[in-house]
């Protein structure tokens, strides 16, 4: 493994992103910069279409390094809590799907990108929580109600309680639960799914989803219905009906 706080990997149209600032990828200033960056690469590149989050370490994330909490100065403040917000909206404004694969604890921001990412995919050893009330913080509240409902977003939130995998997984938070093992392949497997299908449409479907997130039913669906016609006249929407038909796989353009 190199000695970058985050690498990135790409293989047959997947990107592995690896967090790997041991011992437990405690976020600091330097890593949240460098995962914003590499979000953002993998959004731009042609030769990815889905990408596989994951850790280095025994932990998956520890959340913010304590150590490099803002010191009060005019400013610092701002500019924390500023990358801080784009690493989720980074996730979040990607173009290409991401898989979360949760090998140990995610706590705080760990909790948080892996629950802005589109699938987690998570050990039965993974553990979830927001301790931010532990050290006399406050923070995740945005976050953690569009994954869990309103008595166990407070429950979470007011005691800093850690939940296992398993309860994720009938939280609904979780998507795939696996043995610890499985979780690396398990994701890939998945990520390789969705690098299978039209780039554009994958493109277009995770928008979809997003503004699903924010809109009224019929406005969403109006506002997708547009996206359906769009790609209607795309090539490789003519490329995927033409194969169906032919009993062959597809071969997409990204046009």
């Known amino acids: 493994m190199s000695d970058e706080i985050i690498t990135l990997d790409v293989r047959d149209y997947v990107a592995t992103i690896t967090l790997n600032r041991g011992p437990v990828n405690a976020m600091n200033s330097e890593m949240r910069n460098r ?13 990815i279409r889905a990408a596989v989050l994951c850790s280095s370490q025994k932990v998956f994330c520890a959340g913010a390094d304590l150590r490099d909490r803002p010191d009060g100065r005019p400013g610092t403040f701002g500019a924390h809590n500023r990358v801080t917000r784009e690493c989720f909206n980074a996730i979040v404004e990607c173009s290409k799907p991401i898989v979360a ?8 921001m760990g909790f948080a990108i892996a629950a802005f990412s589109d699938v987690v995919v998570a050990s039965e050893q993974a553990s ?21 409902g309103r008595g166990n977003m407070r429950m979470m939130f007011l005691t800093g309680a850690r939940f296992s995998g398993a309860e994720m997984y009938r939280m609904g938070v979780v998507n795939i639960l696996v043995a610890p093992d499985q979780v690396h392949a398990e994701a890939q497997r998945l990520a390789a799914v969705i690098a299978s299908k039209a780039p554009l449409a994958v493109a277009y479907a995770k928008r979809s989803c997003n503004m699903a997130d924010l809109m009224p039913t019929r406005d969403a669906y109006r506002f997708e219905q547009d996206f359906t016609v769009a790609l209607s006249k795309t090539e490789d ?3 995927a009906r033409t194969a169906m038909l032919e009993k062959r796989p597809p071969v997409y353009r990204g046009r």
């Open 35 to 47: 995962f914003v960056a590499i979000l953002d690469e993998v959004n731009e590149r042609d030769d």
């Open 101 to 108: 694969a949760v090998n140990g604890a995610a706590l705080g």
């Open 128 to 148: 979830f929580g927001m301790p931010e009330i532990d050290v006399g913080l406050a923070g995740g509240a945005a976050m953690l109600k569009t994954v869990l």
């Open 237 to 239: 929407a003519v490329e």
